[in-house]
Every structure is written in C-alpha cells, then in structure tokens.
C-alpha cells in the first residue's frame, strides 16, 4: 500500500492564479481530511470529505477555497485567485471510517505564492 | 472553541536524559487526546493516544482533566527521537484534529 499520495509535493502560483492540489487516499479508504499549516503554525483543519459528499467544512476560508472528492479519482483542493496569505503546507489525511486516530497523512503540497 | 497549546517550540535534551513536552487544551466536553510525530524528511505519524494508555518507543503520556493537560514524557531520550512532535485534540464527532503549533525536540550526543 503506498500510502497517501499528494500532488505536485511543491507548487508556485503567482498572485490572482488558480492552485489545484490533488489527494490521493490509502486504498480502501472512502474519508478525506485536508489540513493547512502557515509557517511556523500547527495545523488547522479545512474540511473533511466522504466520497462525493462534502461531511464538514467549519475550516475552510469563506471564499476562493473549495474541496471535492469525486466518485472516481483524488480528492481536489482547489484555491482560486491565490494570494500571498495562501502560502502554507497542505496536507492531507485518510482513514477507511469516521475516526480522528486512523487518519493517515500525505506528504504535503507546499504552496508558495509569489 | 477547541485549542491545543505547546508552549515549548523547541527542546534541546542531551542522550540519556529525561524529555517532558507539555502539552495543554481547552475543550468543553470529553476531547480525545493523541501525539503526533514527524521525523526529518517522513509524514506526520500517530505515536500515541490517551485512550490506549500504552507505552510507544518508550513515550507516555497522562491525560491529566483538572489541570486540562497531555504532557509527553521520555525518561532516556534517544537521537532517535529527535523529531517534530505535535500535540492534538477531537471531539466526540472525532473527525477533525486540532493540533497545537508543535514542539521540536533535538536529542543531542
């Protein structure tokens, strides 16, 4: 199993540009969580996602942030109109049922915006 | 609102010497308590929870509900342990994690 896939592991978008990072959970694993962490923060829950459902989405930012988990395929976050606040490490986690301590981590995208 | 706070950002211990990483959270309710590692250049990995109350790599950790607190604690600290360690937090729903802003601990020789 090769675990929790993330991708691109580094991206650089310019200011106003889109940021699409991609997640790829464990195998047999139909939970999704997307977590972000600004320098020098720990990491702050965005959402959490089931297979096309969005479950909760208490940490996302209002606007220019969404999440989706399609049927086939990763799960996608997606930035719009980046800014330089945008810049953080986003990770992602899976778990094969609702449960904070079977999440398995993804390496990270590291996002820098110039 | 749910927080997790470590006060220590960063820990220098030498080989063989005790490490204790505090670890202190506001939750109203019943939180569900674990530590998270990160070695250099690996993913974020659970290395223990308070329901479990077992011993891993030598790590233990009381949840202590007068004093709201989790702390980490390593009578021998190895090289091996030095890592990035992060406290967190969740509640009954127990699909999100809050995470305090992590401690890193450097063993030295």
Redesign the interface.
Same mark, same amino acid.
């Given at each position: 199993n090769a $675990?929790?896939m993330q991708n691109p592991r580094h991206l650089v978008r310019r200011r106003g540009q889109e940021a699409r990072l991609r997640c790829s959970p464990m195998k047999g694993h139909s939970h999704v969580?997307w977590?972000r962490q600004l320098p020098?923060?720990?990491?702050?829950?965005m959402v959490?996602l089931q297979k096309e459902n969005i479950?909760?989405e208490? $940490?996302m930012p209002k606007e220019r942030f969404s999440a989706e988990f399609p049927k086939e395929g990763p799960s996608i976050l997606r930035i719009q109109q980046v800014v330089r606040g945008d810049s953080a490490a986003y990770?992602c986690a899976s778990s094969p049922r609702?449960?904070?301590?079977e999440?398995y981590?993804?390496?990270?995208t590291r996002l820098t915006v110039t | 609102a749910q927080r997790v706070t470590q006060p220590e950002k960063l820990l220098s211990v030498f080989k063989g010497a005790p490490v204790e990483l505090k670890c202190n959270y506001s939750y109203s309710g019943s939180p569900e308590l674990f530590w998270y590692v990160q070695y250099s250049r690996q993913r974020l990995q659970l290395l223990l929870r308070h329901i479990s109350r077992e011993s891993i790599k030598g790590f233990t950790a009381d949840l202590n509900k007068g004093e709201t607190s989790f702390h980490l604690k390593k009578p021998f600290a190895q090289e091996e342990d030095s890592a990035m360690y992060y406290c967190a937090l969740s509640g009954p729903a127990g699909n999100k994690l809050t995470f305090g802003g992590g401690t890193r601990v450097l063993v030295k020789p």
């Open positions: $675990g929790v969580y977590y020098e923060e720990g990491l702050k829950f959490y479950i909760d208490s $940490g990770f609702p449960s904070s301590y999440q981590f993804g390496p990270g | -």
